[in-house]
């Protein structure tokens, strides 16, 4: 037995793991994000988060209603259930075009709890290479017979998988056996866009029995793609076409969080409903529309290093850089905040900086970043920038 002076052998054995880590820059730690820095880094697209419309809203609500509860007692099938979370279903449904809503905690919530659920003993899940954890989890835990990945946004490569599928699944040629086909619709590191519609006219060629259903992950296309942030579903008006729909509340609309399932969790309180309620049908479109033109205006500047050979259309685009967090520092300590993306996040090779742009974002503090940037690399043309450096 070790002695009181000695580490015990579990806390020496994660001090080596750490100790690794640190050595190989993977570490990572919390911090806090300077309070004058600007927010090119989060996901907060509307900046609803720091809305003065939306907190007057929400102590409007609070002052109107003597009987307002901060807490919701319970699971939702006990005693956590309340008028705003149906209120918000029902909203979400007409609001999304769709014939009913369910609302989870979060959105790694409901990503996990309908693939661990809605899939039968035998169906199949068949899911994009680039597909949120939250869904993979979900698949583990999956009564499905087989889950297999395709190639990134690719339809040719799903066709391909599903002619796979077919040639060896007699019930799924036969149209009595379900395959899922997992996408999302925007991505969250390139903010590329999935080619929505050709995957549905896939699914209708490959499995005419009607047999193959669509799941799309709107995360982050929830407030800024698609007629009054309604995603890119509603854009491409395939709804009927499309089996499920995930819209998060914790990235455009500046609410929620992740905790693990809907039957035994705690109930989202009320004040986090209503503020979802309000963010939903009132600041959608008009911050929208502040938001789409400064995309633009940064996305155009090419001298940002590498930027995709498409600018995506979404709020989302990326730097790519062999020296993210050289760049990301530079910015940082300009009073930009940026985020370095490197592996395993992403493939060796694919390292970048990802900006985000928000409604909040002035012309002069997108300026104030083109600038940094172009500073960032001037520097280092002339040898005065030391590359590398701790992850960030």
């Known amino acids: 037995m070790a002695s009181p002076s000695e580490p015990q052998p579990l806390l020496k054995i994660f001090h080596d793991i750490l100790s690794k880590r640190r050595t190989a820059s ?3 730690s919390l911090t806090l994000t300077p309070p004058t820095s600007v927010d090119f880094s989060s996901n907060d697209f509307l900046s609803l988060s720091t809305s003065p419309y939306l907190r007057d809203a929400f102590l409007q609500e609070l002052h109107g209603t003597p009987s307002f509860r901060f807490g919701s007692g319970g699971s939702r099938l006990l005693d956590g259930n309340c008028a705003y979370a149906e209120r918000l279903e029902r909203d979400i449904a007409a609001f999304h075009n769709a014939p009913a809503g369910l609302l989870f905690n979060s959105g790694y919530d409901a990503n996990s709890g309908f693939f661990a659920c809605v899939p039968q003993k035998g169906d199949v899940v068949v899911f994009d290479e680039f597909a949120h954890a939250s869904s993979r989890e979900g698949m583990r835990l999956s009564r499905a017979g087989r889950c297999v990945g395709f190639r990134h946004n690719s339809v040719e490569a799903l066709r391909e998988v599903l002619r796979d599928i077919i040639a060896c699944d007699a019930l ?8 899922f086909v997992a996408v999302e619709s925007v991505y969250s590191m390139d903010g ?5 519609r050709e995957f549905v006219e896939c699914l209708e060629e490959m499995l005419p029995g009607g047999n193959g259903y669509l799941v ?3 995360a982050h296309a929830t407030g800024v793609v698609g007629p009054g942030g309604r995603g890119r579903v509603c854009e491409l008006g395939i709804e009927g076409k499309t089996f499920a729909r995930l819209h998060t509340f914790g990235k455009a609309l500046a609410c929620s969080g992740d905790q693990p399932s809907l039957a035994a969790l705690t109930a989202p309180p009320p004040p986090q409903l209503s503020l979802h309620l309000f963010a939903l049908t009132k600041h959608l479109h008009t911050n929208l529309e502040t938001l789409k033109p400064k995309c633009k205006d940064l996305a155009s500047d090419q001298v940002l290093l590498h930027l995709p050979a498409e600018v995506p259309r979404s709020p989302i685009f990326s730097l790519l850089t062999p020296e993210p967090r050289s760049l990301a520092r530079y910015c940082q300590d300009g009073g930009f905040m940026v985020r ?3 592996s ?3 493939p060796v090779g694919k390292e970048r900086v990802r900006v985000c742009l928000h409604a909040g974002n002035t012309e002069a503090e997108i300026e104030g970043l083109v600038a940094r940037i172009e500073e960032w690399l001037d520097q280092i043309r002339v040898g005065k920038l030391r590359l590398g450096g701790p992850r960030l």
């Open 26 to 28: 993977t570490l990572r």
């Open 172 to 179: 799924v040629k036969g149209g009595t056996r379900s395959v």
């Open 192 to 196: 590329d866009l999935a080619p929505l």
């Open 216 to 218: 799309v992950d709107e």
């Open 340 to 342: 370095p993306i490197v």
């Open 344 to 346: 395993p996040t992403v």
